[in-house]
């Protein structure tokens, strides 16, 4: 009987102590399929495996995230919702106002979350006063890449004003190369043009028309001048740009077909993986008329509102692993972007890095640190979209300035 | 039917009254199914339709405030418009080309069994497929224009897929490739179904060559010509994945049709009330093209 019974008890516990390790998991939902994001997404998979966290993998391919919003949406409809989820701006606040997200106050109260985050980053991260994503790091978009051997031979110095840039392409321009490499993607035309946007009318004008949606903003005499330099532009990329992908265009730049790239700072790793060196082989500066200023976007790890006890702790365990001084440091080295907390020792980043979180310092206290239209962390997807058509339209020749400042007011209106 | 079958109604045993229903039960699943899965989504598309949703269905009502900003927004009228140049060309284009290729292949020439396959063949092929070979071809900095260049005629240009003006056509042609051989088929099959003693007869009355198709064996093949319409029409009006493929839209928003509109303010753009508006009026122009097509085939069947 007594053999029983220990018998019977023994099980109990192996079978108690099996489901506690069996919650301890966390489903993730991401879209770092490419081999550099995901050796950076493996270091907190080992990390969560230190505190015993299994992690069940959930990647969906597709660059900008849209296909893993899709699986999402029907995960989500169908009830099952995954642990974490890697998120972009309004996404996130498009799943929090669904009230699908959960509470991470108790943790950011704690790691002391408001003081090392970036306010403007916070903006993201939480909804309605109440934390709900962990941020992962801070990319910024209005970098110019620059081939340095190419500058050199043209005799261009680093150019500080926008005239500057424009000569400096021009004379790229009449020596036969290719002054601006860039691809024919609406996300791409876009993110050139909120770095003409920030150029023409500074921090102020950005609000009121990226962000606030002044429709006298939009419209107005500066839209036309933002316009009128993406035609610039237009003038000195070659005319197969259209389709192309950002990774080849700055192929261009590391090849020496091309003098400059505007692009956000994810093309760094493309600089690197071909054995190119930060101030040596390539330079990065801001794009001329923004110094002072950075447009970003964040990725951030969403917490969905989970009901098990064991699943809500590996939430929280994941969560500070997100933000620990260690993980931030390993993933950003590897991701090339900058940590999102401000407390962190640049000396493991290379120069573009450090520059990156020294600006980024610089922009959040100076309060010119402002999300990128063009990584939807401006406006909610519908009106981004809707800005894109008309940004592309005009780009590739559809509209003139003054008729795609007007088509910016419509669509932002058709779209509220 | 049924109850005033006299078997039934006269007190038959119970086989006979289960072998009446046997059909019937056995296809009620499958109905059951095609009734929720394709005509409940469909009334559930045009309920969204109604409603305000964003990016999750919600069904708050808002009335016709989805179709009055469908049909404000700009990438609406370039869909239609492209929806016009590419159904229109297609349909005309792909017909033609069938039909000549069916009336060559139907003079007896040798190796019509190998030339066949040939001229089906691309049918094989996912639109994805085609799409994706075509945009290569069609790439001035890898495909034709750069090979004719190198062979020497340096002024060669061909360059429209990247002219936000002409790209629309590069769709055309590439779908028009597609579709022509199995067009063909058809018209070969319609040809082959034609009286051979009705043309010997206008033959003996010394008909020409010309004459023979124009007069007697064209109006013949009226039912094919109606069947080639109706493939090729809805074919274009669901047209999706051939644009994604070469294209993805662009240059700009120049290659854009109803599917990708749909698909984009559906999935991608959380304005899922326009994306159910636009696939309601897409519903409602192919059943402006079937209804009438199906009410003449039934018809003739009476």
């Keep these: 009987m007594t053999m029983m019974k220990k018998l019977y008890t023994g099980a109990a516990v192996v079978a108690l102590s099996t489901s506690a390790v069996m919650a301890q998991e966390v489903e993730v939902l991401h879209w770092w399929t490419s081999g550099g994001e995901a050796a950076a997404l493996n270091v907190l998979r080992e990390d969560l495996a230190g505190s015993g966290i299994g992690w069940t993998d959930m990647p969906v391919a597709g660059g900008g995230g849209s296909d893993a919003m899709t699986v999402l949406r029907a995960r989500v409809t169908a009830g099952d919702a995954p642990t974490a989820v890697q998120m972009l701006g309004f996404s996130i606040q498009d799943w929090a106002a669904e009230g699908s997200l959960a509470n991470l106050d108790a943790l950011a109260e704690e790691q002391n979350w408001n003081e090392v985050v970036p306010e403007a980053l ?9 934390w709900v994503a962990a941020p992962v790091n801070v990319h910024s978009t209005n970098w110019v890449w ?24 021009q004379t790229a321009q009449d020596a036969g190369y290719t002054a601006l490499a860039h691809g024919g993607q609406a996300w791409q035309d876009a993110t050139v043009f909120d770095s003409m946007v920030m150029g023409v009318g500074g921090p102020e004008f950005y609000q009121a028309s990226m962000i606030d949606l002044d429709p006298e903003a939009l419209g107005g005499a500066q839209m036309v001048e933002a316009f009128d330099r993406m035609a610039t532009l237009r003038g000195f990329v070659d005319d197969n740009f259209s389709g192309r992908d950002w990774n080849l265009a700055s192929a261009m730049v590391i090849n020496g077909e091309a003098l400059f790239q505007i692009m956000g700072d994810w093309a760094k790793g493309e600089f690197v993986n071909a054995g190119q060196t930060a101030g040596e082989e390539f330079q990065c500066f801001r794009v001329p008329g923004t110094e002072g200023t950075v447009t970003f976007n964040s990725d951030q790890f969403a917490m969905f509102g989970v009901d098990d006890e064991g699943d809500q702790a590996s939430q929280l365990a994941m969560a500070t692993a997100v933000m620990s001084p260690e993980f931030q440091i390993a993933f950003n080295v590897v991701k090339g972007s900058a940590p999102a907390r401000t407390d962190i020792d640049a000396s493991s980043f290379d120069a573009c890095g450090q520059a990156a ?8 206290e100076s309060g010119g640190l402002f999300g990128s239209m063009a990584h939807g962390h401006a406006n909610p997807p519908s009106i981004q979209n809707a800005m894109f058509d008309v940004i592309t339209a005009h780009f590739n020749g559809e509209y003139d300035s003054a008729t795609a400042a007007e088509e910016m007011v419509t669509a932002v209106e058709l779209n509220q | 039917m049924a109850a005033t079958d006299p078997m039934l109604s006269g007190g038959a045993d119970f086989r006979t009254r289960l072998q009446n229903w046997l059909p019937k039960i056995v296809l009620a699943p499958s109905f059951a199914v095609m009734v929720l899965f394709v005509y409940g989504f469909i009334a559930f598309t045009v309920y969204l339709s109604f409603t305000g949703s964003r990016m999750l269905p919600s069904f708050d009502l808002v009335g016709f405030q989805n179709y009055e900003r469908l049909f404000r927004v700009r990438q609406w009228d370039t869909a239609i418009i492209n929806l016009g140049i590419f159904a229109g060309l297609y349909i005309v284009i792909s017909t033609i080309i069938g039909l000549f290729l069916a009336i060559f292949l139907d003079m007896k020439i040798r190796g019509e069994g190998l030339l066949r396959p040939i001229f089906l063949y691309p049918m094989a092929l996912s639109f994805i497929v085609t799409g994706t070979a075509w945009k290569w071809i069609l790439d001035p900095a890898i ?8 062979w020497g005629w340096e002024s060669f240009q061909f360059d429209w897929i990247k002219d936000s003006d002409m790209a629309i056509y590069t769709i055309v042609i590439a ?11 058809m018209f ?9 003693e009705i043309l010997k007869a206008a033959q003996m009355d010394g008909a020409s060559n010309f004459q023979m198709y124009r007069r007697i064996i064209l109006p013949q093949l009226r039912p094919a010509f109606l069947s080639a319409f109706v493939i090729l029409s809805h074919l274009a009006i669901k047209s999706y994945d051939l644009v994604v493929a070469m294209t993805d839209g662009g240059p700009g928003t120049s290659t854009w049709l109803p599917a990708l509109f749909m698909y984009e303010y559906t999935f991608t753009r959380n304005q899922m009330g326009i994306g159910a508006a636009s696939a309601v009026i ?20 009476n």
């Design chain 1, 122 to 130: 916070q903006a993201f991260s939480t909804y309605d006063g109440h």
């Design chain 1, 146 to 169: 620059a081939n340095t051997a190419l500058m050199e031979e043209l005799g261009i110095e680093q150019p500080e004003t926008w005239e500057d840039f424009v000569a400096a392409m």
């Design chain 1, 357 to 364: 979180m020294a600006d980024l310092a610089a922009a959040g």
């Design chain 2, 143 to 150: 495909g034709l224009e750069v090979t004719v260049q190198r």
């Design chain 2, 175 to 185: 779908a028009v490739w597609q579709s022509s051989g199995f067009v063909m088929a």
């Design chain 2, 188 to 196: 070969l099959a319609g040809l082959r179904g034609i009286d051979n």
């Design chain 2, 282 to 301: 897409m519903l409602m122009t192919i059943a402006a093209i079937m209804v009438p097509y199906l009410y003449a085939e039934l018809r003739e069947k």
